[in-house]
């Protein structure tokens, strides 16, 4: 079974590639972490896992209020490790 995506009315932010910048490092196990997502209806303090990540950013994987799965670039200091 395919797990929904969030629609893109509702996806999260995300920084373009000149914002996140290089190298990316792709882990082989994503690492669990707290993150800080803007949509365009607020922020948001979501569960998920970064996925990547360079200097100044992480690609974190989370979950929306309605079970469905969505990626965003954030900036560094908006990610936690859990």
């Not at 995300?14 to 290089?22: D, E, N, R, T």
């Amino acid at each position: 079974m395919a797990i929904e995506q969030v629609p893109l009315r509702d996806q999260a932010y995300s920084l373009s590639p000149a914002q996140y910048g290089s190298p990316v490092h792709q882990p082989d196990e994503p690492l669990p972490v707290t993150a800080w997502i803007q949509t365009r209806t607020g922020h948001y303090q979501v569960d998920g896992v970064a996925v990547a990540w360079t200097p100044k950013a992480a690609r974190i994987r989370y979950a929306d209020d309605h079970g469905r799965e969505g990626y965003a670039w954030v900036w560094a200091n908006a990610v936690r490790r859990r």
